[in-house]
């Protein structure tokens, strides 16, 4: 939903991470973009020469290419936290990557984590943790609510929930990656405006006609889960004869 409907909460922008505005911080934050727009593969030197700054004095900051990508990782992660605790109400209410693309300021690293998404690594490791706990808060607020139907299993809804939009997104970076990292706000909006409709629709009115595939896979586990069963769920699904 888009958070200029009636009753969305105002966007924030995005809490900045630690910056004492210094040499080594200038380079940590050129090299942020750099690795955004061309990829974990981009040389020292083209780091050096978008911060203005010699690869030897990279060197002298940072050591070697493998620091200067663990002090990115550091920063983008120390954002990340920022973010979701500036923006808490929206964040944890399903709206994390909306949250972040409304603020343009921030758009090279959040393509920073695009980049992560797709090639591994602690960033990735974190931001795709940080989804899928906030998942599993919103979505059982919803089922206790009454919006969404209970799970047989809710933390794995939650996990696939999240890889599933998360595999989405990443997938239709790569197919088609914006021009520019600093773009990457408008990127992700148009993404999420596109994906909207069928996400909704999927989700309001399902996509199988019966639960009969869910029955017949519950008979097939040797130790089905129990939980969130509806209450026209046939027993035989989730419960075995003694021999």
């Known amino acids: ?15 900045r991470p630690p910056s004492d505005g210094g040499t080594r911080d200038r380079i940590r934050d050129a090299a942020v973009l750099r690795f955004a727009r061309s990829g974990f593969d981009a040389s020292v030197r083209a780091v050096a020469a978008d911060a203005g700054v010699s690869a030897a004095l990279v060197i002298h900051h940072f050591g070697s290419k493998d620091a200067l990508h663990r002090a990115c990782d550091e920063h983008v992660l120390a954002w990340i936290v920022a973010s979701k605790r500036h923006n808490m109400g929206r964040a944890t209410g399903g709206q994390l990557l909306q949250v972040l693309a409304e603020s343009d300021e921030y758009a090279p690293l959040l393509g920073y984590v695009m980049r992560s998404l797709q090639s591994g690594g602690d960033v990735a490791r974190a931001f795709v943790q940080h ?17 969404a139907k209970p799970s047989v299993d809710e933390d794995a809804r939650a996990r696939y929930l999240t890889l599933s939009a998360l595999g989405t997104l ?27 409709l069928p996400m909704i629709e999927m989700f309001a009115q399902g996509f199988l006609t019966s639960r009969r595939m869910l029955d017949d896979y519950l008979l097939y586990l040797s130790d089905p889960p129990t939980g969130g069963e509806p209450d026209d769920a046939p027993a035989t699904a989730t419960t075995s004869e003694e021999p």
Do not use: H, K, W
């Open 1 to 15: 939903m888009s958070s200029a409907e009636a009753g969305a909460e105002p966007t924030m922008p995005a809490a």
């Open 131 to 147: 989804m899928i706990d906030d998942a599993r808060v919103y979505v059982r607020e919803a089922v206790a609510d009454g919006i």
């Open 170 to 196: 990443s997938l239709s970076l790569t197919l088609d990656p914006p021009d520019d990292p600093e773009n990457f706000s408008a990127t992700l909006r148009t993404f999420l405006a596109e994906q909207y």
